[in-house]
């Protein structure tokens, strides 16, 4: 229960960022220092409990899932990012948001982003400037 209410919690949260804030104020709302106490899941966990989740909050997008997952696996100590793909299907754009952490995909099926190009990345690469 303790983990569902935490991505209820959040879910909702970064919904409401999302409607309220500029993407620069709501980027760095996202920035935070990892649970002291982290929780022994697995990130695969922490998807399922999103994906539950978010059929409680209204208009929770794959945007919405992903930014939060991302960011109860960031308090887990857990590395990860968000890919945004896009794709036209009969002159109709479309797009999905995902999250990759360890070179796992979650909140997408390989098969399923293998039809999307990859479009934005996000947090941004760092860049070896040595």
Not at 72 to 100: K, P
Request: aromatic letters at 10%; proline letters at 6%.
């Amino acid at each position: 229960m303790r983990l569902l209410a935490a991505a209820f919690v959040t879910v909702a949260r970064v919904r409401i960022s999302l409607w309220l804030l500029p993407w620069r104020g709501f980027a760095k709302s996202m920035t935070i220092a990892p649970n002291v106490t982290p929780l022994p899941l697995s990130p695969e966990r922490f998807e399922w409990s999103v994906k539950v989740a978010s059929r409680a909050v209204p208009y929770a997008t794959c945007l919405t899932q992903a930014l939060a997952l991302h960011r109860l696996l960031a308090r887990q100590g857990h590395r990860s990012i968000i890919q945004v793909g896009v794709r036209n299907v009969d002159g109709r754009f479309l797009a999905h948001a995902w999250v990759e952490h360890e070179g796992r995909t979650l909140l997408g099926t390989s098969e399923n982003i293998a039809c999307y190009s990859r479009f934005f990345t996000w947090p941004a690469p760092q860049l070896d400037r040595s």
